[in-house]
């Protein structure tokens, strides 16, 4: 079975710039989240979605924004971008069935803003 | 916020010997906590976990041990091997009202296993 997949694997943009980066979860999982991590340090939570609804939100500007669509893919949106948002952003799935928790992490899309 | 903390910034052990990676949680509501590895440049990789209901729990080589009168979680490797390599996070999942169940992580610790 194919485990979490993430596109791009890198990517540079520019200030003020946009970029959607996408996330595929293991099948059968039906939620997706979104964390950022800073080099240096652990993930940061940014999203959660559960059957396409929104079920939890970090500390981040309205600048980011998410969507999973009927087939449980995501996609995490960044508007304006800034220097601070280089990063290495990892989406990962679970079952969220009672006892299903445990969260799997893709390869992470790994941003750089110039 | 309440977040999860790791004594240990870097941990360096020989190849063979036992490794201990100690955790510090202040989030009472927490009641799941997960221990991930992470090698340069990839995502992270579960590899154990331990509900609030038990003690400790055992994996391949890993144990995990969780004592929540103090708030701490530890990850026993035995016989530490080159490719245990990594930064080891723990993350804990905090039951809220609101149905979230996030990861929240601490900063990790580094394992350099010398040959």
């Known amino acids: 079975d194919a485990g979490v997949t993430q596109s791009p694997t890198h990517l540079i943009k520019t200030r003020g710039q946009h970029v959607t980066l996408r996330c595929s979860p293991i099948?059968?999982?039906?939620?997706v989240s979104w964390y950022q991590q800073v080099l240096g340090q652990g993930p940061q939570f940014i999203f959660q979605?559960?059957?396409?609804?929104?079920?939890g939100r970090g500390n981040f500007p309205d600048r980011f924004s998410a969507r999973q669509f009927p087939n449980y893919s995501s996609e995490l949106n960044v508007n304006a971008l800034l220097l601070g948002d280089s990063a290495l952003y990892l989406c990962?799935?679970?079952?969220?069935?009672?006892?299903?928790?445990?969260?799997?992490f893709g390869p992470g899309t790994r941003l750089l803003v110039l | 916020g309440e977040s999860v903390g790791l004594h240990l910034p870097t941990l360096s052990v020989q190849e063979g010997d036992n490794s201990i990676i100690n955790c510090a949680y202040s989030?009472?509501?927490?009641?799941?906590f997960i221990w991930y590895k992470q090698e340069s440049g990839k995502g992270p990789q579960f590899i154990i976990d331990?509900?609030?209901?038990?003690d400790k729990r055992q994996g391949q080589r890993v144990t995990v041990l969780l004592n929540k009168t103090v708030k701490h979680l530890s990850l026993q490797i035995a016989a530490t091997q080159p490719g245990d390599s990594a930064v080891y996070f723990c993350?804990?999942?905090?039951?809220?009202?609101?149905?979230?169940?996030?990861?929240?992580f601490g900063s990790g610790t580094r394992l350099q296993v010398q040959p």
């Open positions: 979605y559960y059957e396409k609804e929104e079920r």
């Open positions: 989030n009472s509501a927490s009641d799941y």
């Open positions: 099948s059968g999982h039906k939620s």
């Open positions: 993350a804990e999942i905090p039951l809220m009202d609101t149905g979230r169940r996030a990861l929240t």
């Open positions: 331990i509900r609030s209901n038990m």
């Open positions: 990962a799935s679970s079952l969220w069935s009672s006892g299903g928790e445990t969260q799997y």
